[in-house]
């Protein structure tokens, strides 16, 4: 008993130091939606401290099986982006891709990468630093023929460029190449 009581005493003296040091606990909150007449999760956000969103959850119909997860980072951008179908497996969405990680600086766009339900990349996308898109990268099976596999075309002075599965360029479009 006395040896409990140590351990309680202990705890909320650190607990009260903690506070007085300037020491902080970084606690965040979660709020929830819910289907429509059910108590059953549709969607949950979590905040940190500062009550910046940082990940949003969507829940298929059962309330805990992932439908798609994004993720933001501290200044609200989505870094993060994965679809699931009713399995749990990689799903692709109506644009094509199962998942999206994304880089930033200073709130611009530096790099976006897609992947496919099968994990695999299938396309990148490269900023210049005022986050201008300059280069798209496409890749595909081994041999393929990019103008059959994507509908990739350049949008202004862009270059899109078409690898392989291995790494293998095999074409590009649009653009002038630099040197």
């Given at each position: 008993m006395k040896f409990h009581i140590l351990i309680v005493f202990i705890t909320l003296f650190a607990l009260v130091m903690g506070v007085e040091s300037?020491?902080?606990?970084n606690v965040g909150y979660d709020e929830y939606d819910y289907w429509e007449g059910t108590r059953t999760i549709?969607?949950?956000?979590?905040?940190?401290?500062?009550?910046?969103?940082r990940q949003k959850i969507f829940y298929w119909g059962d309330g805990s099986t992932l439908q798609q997860d994004q993720k933001f980072d501290a200044n609200g951008n989505k870094v993060e982006e994965v679809h699931y179908n009713a399995s749990?497996?990689?799903?692709?969405?109506?644009?094509?891709?199962?998942?999206?990680?994304?880089?930033?600086?200073?709130?611009?766009?530096?790099?976006?990468?897609?992947?496919?339900?099968?994990?695999?990349?299938?396309?990148?996308?490269?900023y210049s630093r005022s986050g201008k898109l300059i280069a798209r990268q496409m890749m595909?099976?081994?041999?393929?023929?990019?103008?059959?596999?994507?509908?990739?075309?350049?949008?202004s002075n862009e270059r899109v460029l078409y690898y392989d599965r291995s790494g293998q360029l095999k074409g590009a479009a649009g653009g002038t190449q630099k040197k």
């Open positions: 300037g020491l902080s606990v549709r969607v949950c956000r979590k905040y940190d401290s500062e009550g910046r969103l749990g497996a990689l799903q692709a969405n109506v644009d094509g891709w199962a998942a999206m990680r994304a880089r930033y600086n200073d709130d611009k766009p530096v790099l976006e990468s897609f992947y496919g339900d099968d994990g695999h990349i299938m396309e990148r996308k490269i595909g099976d081994k041999d393929f023929d990019p103008y059959e596999q994507f509908e990739a075309r350049p949008i």
